[in-house]
């Protein structure tokens, strides 16, 4: 069998935040997700957006929304991401006391339920949650800014959730978020990862349509 095309998310934290609807536009026909960073000043120190603004976007774009949650109290928000058209919702596994629970949740809502790990945490433990979940999203910075440098020895645990996903015959995607540019995608697509979310990358880029199709050549595995 092989391997699913890769997904590239740009990332909207590294647009104009004053006219996010043309930048969402700007990515439509070469990105498969747009990547949706909520931050709550709590769980990490910086503050995004929430709600409102994702309800709003969602009207104002085609592309599927992929989003991260960086907010304490996952419960009590997430179900009304799904509520609010989201493709994917992911939160942490540090915010969650039991991510299976609100995984089915999130599933019975009509969405994809994703799982984030950030920089220090390892992923063995929650390996054996992956069934109920449609994304593990590894952190290859520290999760809450933008345009940090791209940590290499975080694609161990890229590697490990692969070996797990590939044995278990699991259908799952493994997305990377962090430092993610031409010089570092195809390193995580070797180590297993099929979805890419990148901000920076995209979105400094004079055609940002044209650097989100060029990360996905390069994130193409031989
Ligand atoms: C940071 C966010 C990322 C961020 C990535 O916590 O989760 O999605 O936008 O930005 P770049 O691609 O610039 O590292
Ligand atoms: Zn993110």
């Given at each position: 069998m092989s391997a699913p095309p890769p997904v590239v998310a740009p990332s909207i934290?590294?647009?104009?935040f004053a006219r996010l609807a043309d930048e969402a536009r700007a990515v439509e026909g070469a990105a498969d997700w747009l990547h949706i960073d909520v931050m709550d000043?709590?769980?990490?120190p910086n503050l995004t957006i929430g709600l409102p603004v994702v309800t709003s976007l969602r009207a104002a774009t085609n592309l599927p929304f992929d989003v991260h949650l960086m907010i304490d109290?996952?419960?009590?928000?997430a179900p009304g991401y799904a509520d609010a058209g989201a493709y994917n919702v992911t939160f942490h596994a540090e915010a969650s006391d039991n991510p299976v629970s609100l995984a089915k949740d999130l599933r019975a809502a009509g969405a994809k339920a994703g799982l984030a790990i950030d920089?220090?945490?390892?992923?063995e433990p929650y390996l054996e949650l992956?069934?109920?979940?449609d994304t593990l999203l590894i952190m290859t910075?520290?999760?809450?800014?933008?345009g940090q440098k791209f940590i290499p020895a975080m694609l161990d645990k890229v590697a490990a959730a692969r070996r797990h996903v590939d044995a278990g015959h699991l259908e799952l995607r493994i997305e990377v978020d962090g430092g993610i540019a031409d010089d570092t995608i195809a390193q995580a697509a070797e180590a297993g990862a099929d979805a890419f979310v990148a901000g920076t990358a995209v979105?400094?880029?004079?055609?940002p349509a044209e650097a989100v199709r060029r990360l996905k050549a390069l994130a193409r595995r031989p």
């Open positions: 934290l590294a647009a104009d000043n709590h769980f990490v109290d996952p419960r009590r928000w920089r220090d945490t390892p992923v992956l069934p109920h979940f910075i520290k999760a809450g800014f933008g979105y400094s880029a004079e055609d």
